[in-house]
């Protein structure tokens, strides 16, 4: 018996299937390797061979930067390793755009996982009015302007301690506990209990490293752009975006052609139905 020939449609939305079950294995592997990264460094804290999950995390570049640019030290608990990372990020995100926030950020994996278990329960996602949400969002901004601060004032990684990333994935908790893991702690409760009701509740209005991505975003030269004139409003390319962003009310972008002129991208024909 043949099988039945798909409509474009039908085909899209497979393939999406198939786009999002290898971001999920994707982050699967990231967030195991940076746990497991985790164990190794605790277990062999004496010798002090083992990475840190400070050291594997590429916002440290942007938190030692400054100092580094004026002072040519880093900040405490801050290594060559998280330069390169960062340097690595960068050219990444100029070139493709950003796939960290999707693929590889564990903080994010966990943030999925959460919706995937309300999904799961049955329960819906909470959704902020508009206004609230836009506003909002400005918040990774001053997050990364705080930390910023904190950083090159007191040349510690000041953020360390209240970094919900950090406090989960580093272990301490599990390995080497002190009352002054409560702060942290407490913030990443909080953090993950909204990620449950909102999807990546942190990655929306809070992550320093997610307003970095939102910057750098603008300059990347891979980018999605939506052609206003072949656009069917089908809203399918909404879906898979964790965070919310409305492709499908995207005002038309353009960018210049090898000859200078300015023309729409992709071509109106790889994006017809
Ligand atoms: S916004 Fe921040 S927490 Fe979210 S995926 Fe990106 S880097 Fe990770």
Not at 18 to 23: D, E, I, Q, S, V
Not at 78 to 105: K, Y
């Amino acid at each position: 018996m043949s099988r039945p020939t798909l409509t474009r449609a039908q085909q899209r939305k497979r393939s999406m299937s198939r786009l999002t079950w290898a971001r999920r294995g994707s982050q699967f592997f990231f967030a195991a390797f940076v746990l497991w990264a985790a164990v190794r460094h605790q277990l062999e804290n004496e010798s002090g061979t083992a990475a840190s999950v400070d050291a594997l995390c590429p916002f440290g570049a942007v938190e030692t930067f400054i100092t580094w640019i004026t002072t040519g030290t880093f900040i405490t608990k801050i290594h060559g390793s998280n330069l390169i990372l960062g340097l690595a990020l960068l050219i990444a995100t100029l070139l493709v755009g950003n796939a960290f926030c999707g693929w590889i950020c564990p903080f994010g994996a966990l943030q999925d996982a959460l919706t995937w278990v309300r999904n799961k329960l049955g329960l819906k996602a909470r959704h902020l009015p508009p206004a609230w949400d836009a506003g909002l969002r400005w918040g990774r901004y001053v997050v990364l302007g705080v930390i910023l601060y904190f950083s090159v004032t007191t040349a510690t990684l000041w953020f360390a301690d209240y970094d919900p990333y950090v406090t989960l994935f580093g272990l301490h908790w599990l390995f080497e506990w002190s009352d002054a893991l409560w702060v942290g702690l407490g913030i990443t409760a909080v953090v993950l209990a909204a990620s449950v009701v909102i999807d990546r509740f942190w990655c929306r209005y809070l992550c320093p490293l997610g307003a970095v991505f939102a910057v750098l975003g603008h300059l990347s030269l891979l980018r999605i752009k939506r052609v206003e004139a072949t656009c069917t409003d089908c809203t399918l390319c909404d879906r898979p975006c964790p965070v919310g962003i409305t492709v499908s009310k995207a005002n038309p972008w353009s960018t210049p052609t090898a000859s200078g002129a300015w023309t729409a991208w992709p071509p109106a024909r790889s994006r017809a139905r």
